[in-house]
């Protein structure tokens, strides 16, 4: 996506055309290569599909307009905070969010969810888990270098010794052990102080710039992945730590279930593109130097935020109907 | 802030410290020192005031609410994006926004504002500003070292060498010139394809993680220090490039001045912690690596993004009326 003053035609084309998915052969005839583009042309053996146990389905209540509100969250896959993961997937399937809200809305922080006045008992199943696995320990120790030409995909991070887009998900790493990072749209655990953890019912998205601070001290457990605007365009806020201080602000959860306890016709499915793809190097590769007919100074880096994993719903019997 | 859950009252307590100013006995009571009680502890000398000519006053059409919407922007100060900046005062004191509105939300991206239809003369004064003015010569090249023994509050960047917090801006150079960053609520100047570098006329802020590709591409001008979630919050838009494809969704702009514009006694006061200060240098240094009751695991490291500059409102005779 573009800035632009649509003053001219021109721009209103170009920013239409990084809005678009055109087809490589269109991207071509209309000028340098954007990450936009390389998504668009890239071949579906980039793509692999997401699972259904690996998807939450959250529906608020409908909006003033009478319009439905859904928001579809990838949990992080296995190795990474699985024993949050865990707890999120026995609170689903227990419905245990069902009637509970969206109760604390930050600008530049946090929007979050779940049982507000926090009496509601918690399933005796869930784990406690301890700190140490915010982090996961790798088999062997990494190369921390994060020099371009020797690993184009490691990136020089401001947070940790190293950050790459790793089985699909923005990590750091410190050379013995990897974790998965704040970002836009990132999905934590909500906590009290250390050394509690949380235990998956309270739950929040970023809706600003990414509070990388939190890593390591906090789980990030999933992101949102479809219906974002929901979360982000709520009212911020006015009570303590930005709850809502009238009750009645709170946004009503009506569900939230797993993808794979829905009806494979009722089934979201979606697919991210395989960060060992080639489409994925060229577009890791532009969104770390930009230089197209908008952008005249690439600036040959790109922190781990912004390399955004491209992740597009998947045509299957079942959505295609 | 703290993320936090609020089963128990103690968290509610502690995020609730995080959010108040409070004095510096009572936080060297409550706890380990957080920014926020640097912040609130300060002394006055490590406070500057902003000048009313570097703050633009902007009135959006009340809120459907009948509450009263304004914004305040702080322009960057010389010698950076001066061309742009200039060209800003004479459309505020033109008059020149007035009638206009908010035309397009992009999630995650900008909040762009100025003449939607862009077929409002602009004044004959406006200079065009190229694009070598993106960047501020300096007089001497500077270190580039981010080493934290070295330069403490020198950091190592993805996107340039080094950032740094100067003149009360977060700032990125290449060792022989200087450029304002784009943060969260930084104010840029909407352009069309290069070298078009945009009058002013066309604004934006940022409503998302930093899209600091954009440095050195676009001119940062500014930065939202009051009232951002006004413009943070709006319904994100549906037509090409996230522009309102309904012209009723536009917010209409009613007026846009310099504080130096309003009487003496409708100004607003800001003003900012030097970073020469020692009370930045400890704020700086607690952003970097928190360890707190919250935090257990320090960063050691922070992105020039995430140590904003404390701004707060300036009690004068006229805004303590």
Not at 110 to 120: N, Y
Request: hydrophobic residues 40%.
């Amino acid at each position: 996506m573009t800035i632009f003053s649509p003053r001219r035609a021109g721009a209103f084309a170009c920013a239409t055309f990084a809005l678009l998915t055109v087809p490589a052969a269109h991207a071509a005839e209309t000028g340098p290569a954007t990450p936009d583009a390389i998504v668009a042309a890239s071949p579906a053996g980039d793509w692999q599909a997401i699972p259904a146990d690996e998807l939450l389905v959250m529906t608020l209540a409908p909006a003033k307009d009478g319009s439905s509100r859904q928001i579809v969250i990838q949990l992080v896959p296995s190795p990474y905070s699985q024993g949050w993961v865990d707890n999120i997937r026995k609170l689903a399937k227990a419905h245990w969010w069902d009637g509970t809200s969206v109760y604390r809305v930050v600008d530049n922080w946090v929007t979050q969810w779940g049982d507000a006045e926090e009496t509601k008992p918690l399933p005796d199943s869930l784990r406690d888990i301890p700190e140490s696995e915010y982090i996961t320990p790798l088999g062997k120790a990494i190369s921390l270098s994060c020099d371009k030409a020797e690993t184009p995909q490691a990136l020089c991070d401001s947070y940790a010794p190293v950050a790459q887009i790793i089985d699909g998900w923005p990590l750091a790493s410190d050379g013995t052990s990897r974790w998965p990072v704040h970002c836009y749209g990132s999905v934590g655990v909500a906590r009290n102080l250390s050394p509690d953890t949380g235990s998956g019912a309270e739950l929040y998205t970023v809706i600003g710039h990414a509070p990388r601070q939190l890593d390591r001290n906090v789980a990030v457990v999933g992101r949102v992945i479809e219906g974002m605007t929901y979360l982000s365009t709520l009212p911020r806020g006015k009570g303590p730590a930005g709850t809502y201080a009238d009750p009645a602000m709170r946004v009503p959860i009506r569900s939230v279930r797993l993808a794979s306890q829905l009806p494979e016709a009722d089934r979201p499915a979606f697919e991210f593109m395989t960060d060992d793809s080639d489409s994925f190097a060229h577009y890791f590769a532009l969104r770390a130097a930009r230089h197209d007919d908008f952008y005249h100074v690439p600036a040959h880096g790109v922190d781990v935020c912004n390399v955004p994993v491209p992740i597009r719903a998947r045509k299957t019997g079942a959505s295609a109907e």
